[in-house]
């Protein structure tokens, strides 16, 4: 068990002035860190004292996005999926606040200095893939491996498109601000599955029902969906490719990076393909492991026994490594 959680039928908080809520519900557990403006919530797998393993979903999904992939994996580790802030069952982000990566970064110190981890590996897809590779290279002494699913970990912006992107992501807030009336669509079950489905083609109608679990709320006449219709705003944290490979290069731990050969960059994590032959030669020349897969964005959600075993060897392999470096230093 982590420090500061407790099992019981309910949540509860072990000490006022640790106040982590841990629910138990066989083997999944429900997890919930107090954060200034809420809470931030997510999903526990695995033995109370394993190797601590965080799990961060792309945009517009929720931790649900791992409930397929983390039972092929190790049963050693114990796996922690957070919903991002505005996602799922978190909390959204008070009122006139921006979402952006650097944000989501300091809501991952905050939970894991709730937990008291003090070195943890991290899985994380697309825009968590972005969040973990800022958070690894802040914070390299706390990352023990890092994969990424289908993203290179930073998403370069183009410096001539710089004010374009900034201005749309101001223009969005703004104008959002504006509106009187913010009601969301009430969607029947059916409907709101079907526009899942049209908006994120790389999901199958199994994984959407995966991700309602989190990803809907019923209401009077329906279902509406949970996250933040801010998050869809365009994130204004924008780094250059330079910028992206000083962060990358402050990484001190073997990455394992998944790639998938049907990239739909609407949808996909990736950086803009000027960028990618440069960030996947230095991903090669720091000796990281890039593996091109057969399959979709979401192969991890849909196809999990496909990266499973990837997964499998590197956790095993970097804990194998950890292992040894512990035994040269006694």
């Given at each position: 068990m982590f420090p500061g959680m407790i099992d019981d039928d309910v949540c509860v908080d072990m000490r006022a002035s640790d106040p982590v809520r841990y629910q138990m519900d066989k083997e999944v557990s429900e997890l919930s860190v107090p954060v200034p403006w809420g809470e931030i919530r997510g999903k526990v797998w695995g033995p109370d004292h394993g190797r601590p393993v965080l799990c961060l979903h792309g945009w517009a999904d929720n931790c649900g996005s791992f409930d397929t992939l983390i039972p092929l994996l190790p049963r050693e580790c114990r796996y922690v999926a957070v919903d991002l802030a505005g996602h799922g069952r978190s909390s959204h982000r008070p009122a006139g606040v921006l979402y952006s990566a650097l944000a989501y970064v300091a809501d991952v110190h905050r939970v894991v200095d709730a937990l008291h981890l003090k070195k943890f590996s991290i899985i994380s897809h697309s825009m968590g893939a972005d969040i973990a590779g800022i958070f690894s290279a802040l914070y390299p002494e706390m990352v023990d491996a890092l994969v990424f699913l289908d993203s290179y970990g930073f998403l370069p912006t183009d410096?001539?498109?710089?004010?374009?992107?900034?201005?749309?992501?101001?223009?969005?807030?703004?104008?959002?601000?504006?509106?009187?009336?913010?009601?969301?669509?009430?969607?029947?079950?059916?409907?709101?599955?079907?526009?899942?489905?049209?908006?994120?083609?790389?999901?199958?109608?199994?994984?959407?029902?995966?991700?309602?679990?989190?990803?809907?709320?019923?209401?009077?006449?329906?279902?509406?969906?949970?996250?933040?219709?801010?998050?869809?705003?365009?994130?204004?944290?924008?780094?250059?490719?330079?910028?992206?490979?000083?962060?990358?290069?402050?990484?001190?731990?073997?990455?394992?990076?998944?790639?998938?050969?049907?990239?739909?960059?609407?949808?996909?994590?990736?950086?803009?393909?000027?960028?990618?032959?440069?960030?996947?030669?230095?991903?090669?020349?720091?000796?990281?492991?890039?593996?091109?897969?057969?399959?979709?964005?979401?192969?991890?959600?849909?196809?999990?026994e496909v990266i499973a075993p990837l997964v499998t060897d590197y956790l095993r392999t970097e804990a194998s490594s950890l292992s040894t470096k512990r035994e040269h230093k006694l």
């Open positions: 410096t001539k498109e710089l004010t374009e992107v900034l201005r749309q992501g101001m223009d969005g807030m703004i104008q959002f601000e504006k509106k009187t009336e913010k009601k969301r669509r009430v969607y029947t079950y059916k409907e709101a599955v079907e526009r899942l489905l049209v908006a994120n083609p790389t999901l199958s109608e199994q994984s959407v029902h995966i991700l309602f679990e989190r990803g809907l709320v019923e209401v009077e006449g329906g279902f509406v969906f949970s996250r933040d219709l801010r998050v869809n705003f365009k994130n204004m944290l924008c780094l250059s490719l330079e910028q992206s490979l000083e962060l990358l290069s402050r990484i001190r731990v073997s990455v394992l990076v998944v790639l998938v050969e049907d990239c739909d960059s609407k949808n996909s994590g990736q950086a803009p393909k000027k960028f990618t032959p440069t960030l996947l030669q230095i991903f090669r020349d720091r000796n990281h492991k890039v593996v091109t897969l057969p399959g979709n964005h979401h192969i991890h959600l849909t196809n999990p």
